[in-house]
């Protein structure tokens, strides 16, 4: 289970209104863009080369980079902690796992 105490130190989420006829509008938008994406790779598929595949790769995880700004200090400063977290209670459970005698997914006791 998770802490309360955790849970105080995350931003607080604030609710926002939708406009429901926007995003019926999105869906649809995004709902023909998946179809168009899928003909594509219909037609497409064998041609590209697999350095073209690797090049469009990377286009797309460079545009996504752009879109998605840096996280602030207080969020990396969340993000660490919660990961040292999480290890910590892998690390409690294997530990707990080797004094029983168990082995764990990898082999090692």
């Known amino acids: 289970m998770k802490d309360e ?3 105080e130190d995350r ?3 604030v609710p926002i209104a939708l406009d429901r006829t ?5 869906l649809a938008q995004y709902r023909a863009w998946n179809e168009a994406d899928f003909v594509h790779r219909v037609r497409t598929a064998g041609k590209e080369t697999l350095a073209e595949r690797w090049r469009q790769y990377r286009d797309l995880v460079s545009f996504c980079l752009k879109l998605n700004p840096e996280a602030s200090p207080a969020e990396q400063q969340w993000t660490i902690a919660e990961w040292e977290a999480y290890y910590a209670s892998l690390r409690r459970f294997e530990q707990e796992r080797a004094k029983r005698g168990q082995r764990s997914a990898t082999g090692a006791l």
């Open 5 to 7: 105490a955790k849970s």
């Open 11 to 13: 931003p607080e989420a």
């Open 22 to 26: 926007a995003v019926r509008e999105a």
